[in-house]
């Protein structure tokens, strides 16, 4: 008779949800033509949105400038300065995102933005302002916003002006200062980040990671390979790779994105980011309670779970998860739970490889290409940093002869938001 991890890794195989059949060649070969189909101005899942800001640059010793951090969960506001290289976050509040606990009106919205903004406004005339979304960059520093994601809900804030209309919010609430502001995601600021305050360059290769709430990569560019925008200079370009549309699908990601904000789109998001983690997980476990390989429990679960249960399942814990056991039910669950990790590994291996490969960089331990890594689910889970260094390993170095280091900078988005206000 099969063990029961054979039993729960031919169930998932079975609703194509095991590892093993994400193929990392395949990833890699979609993920580049998507890639340079974006550059090209063509269509494609990748946006490959030019950001106008690059890693160059020596910020002003001493200079405050406003930071803004706008997430997938929190809205950070500091006062930032960079002194002898390093960023200094002087003083920081935290405070919910607008949207993220119910729906409100896109005026509601940037009211809010900026009454947090306002216990700062008098004490710099320059903002870098990191908007964690999908936003059109545009050449002066301003964005408008394509779309929301993260389960953040604002009625009527796509095409906006988020820089102008955060601005426009402040002069309405008394503020007669005339700012300079820079509008960027938070990939590209953590990328920054990295470069100003661990002293990295481009030359073998620079990239930005996010996994948290939601997921994104961003990567230095050269100018003349992105088509689309004739002229350009070097430079950061985001790629929105959470909206990449070409992985390996199973019943459980299809039926967690149905249940989703925006069915069919950020399908890759909806695979590996905290938010839909523990939802994916939720579909499997009630997909194999009609399977008979959990108990009926799990079949109509009610609210999803969450990642951060999951971790609590995995170290031990006890939770609302677990009272729900029965039998064998845990070592089922945490089977599932580890193979969910264990592919989210694998994605973001080979993210992160296809950016290695577009930019031809990693080619030794001692110029390899670097990768500044942000996020609650990258550096919290309980699993996916470990398996992560095993798919490095085995699929990036063995396989692809390819040495992808990542890095982590204190503060990275916030002082990335500084460094692009101070330096552009």
Not at 206 to 211: C, E, H, Q, R
Not at 375 to 380: A, E, M, P, V
Request: proline share 3%; net charge negative.
């Amino acid at each position: 008779m099969n063990s029961l991890s054979e039993r729960t890794d031919d169930f998932l195989k079975s609703i194509d949800m095991h590892p093993d059949q994400t193929d990392p060649e395949r990833f890699v070969r979609d993920f580049l033509s998507e890639m340079d189909a974006g550059l090209a101005g063509e269509a494609s899942s990748l946006k490959m949105i030019p950001t106008y800001v690059s890693a160059d640059g020596t910020p002003p010793d001493g200079e405050s400038v406003i930071a803004i951090d706008a997430g997938g969960t929190n809205l950070r506001v500091a006062l930032v300065a960079f002194r002898n290289g390093r960023a200094e976050v002087l003083r920081e509040q935290k405070s919910p995102m607008p949207g993220s606990r119910g729906e409100v009106s896109a005026d509601e919205f940037f009211s809010e933005l900026a009454d947090d903004v306002l216990p700062f406004a008098r004490e710099s005339s320059r903002i870098g302002f990191c908007f964690s979304y999908p936003t059109a960059m545009h050449p002066d520093g301003d964005g408008e916003i394509i779309c929301l994601t993260k389960e953040v809900r604002v009625r009527g804030i796509e095409g906006r002006q988020i820089g102008a209309s955060l601005l426009e919010k402040l002069r309405e609430k008394g503020v007669k200062t005339r700012f300079s502001l820079v509008l960027l995601n938070d990939t590209t600021a953590g990328l920054l980040g990295g470069a100003a305050t661990l002293g990295l360059d481009a030359g073998s290769g620079l990239a930005g990671l996010v996994l948290g709430t939601g997921c994104n990569s961003c990567y230095a560019e050269r100018g003349t390979r992105i088509k689309k925008l004739p002229g350009a200079r070097n430079m950061v370009v985001n790629c929105e790779s959470g909206n990449f549309s070409k992985a390996f699908r199973g019943r459980a990601d299809e039926r967690s994105d149905a249940l989703s904000e925006n069915p069919g789109a950020y399908l890759f998001e909806k695979m590996l980011s905290g938010v839909y983690l523990g939802r994916v997980v939720t579909q499997e476990a009630a997909i194999a309670a009609h399977a008979g390989l959990l108990s009926p429990a799990f079949a109509e679960t009610g609210t999803a779970f969450a990642a951060t249960e999951l971790d609590e399942l995995l170290r031990g814990g006890e939770n609302r998860v677990t009272a729900l056991c029965t039998g064998e039910d845990r070592e089922v669950l945490a089977q599932l739970t580890d193979r969910v990790f264990d592919r989210a590994a694998k994605l973001v291996c080979a993210n992160v490889l296809s950016l290695c490969l577009h930019c031809d960089g990693g080619w030794s331990a001692a110029q390899p290409f670097t990768v500044v890594a942000e996020g609650s689910t990258f550096y919290n889970s309980f699993l996916l940093r470990k398996k992560l260094a095993g798919y490095l390993r085995c699929v990036c170095e063995e396989e692809y002869q390819r040495c992808i280091e990542f890095r982590r900078a204190e503060n990275a988005t916030l002082a990335g938001s500084a460094f692009a206000a101070l330096t552009r």
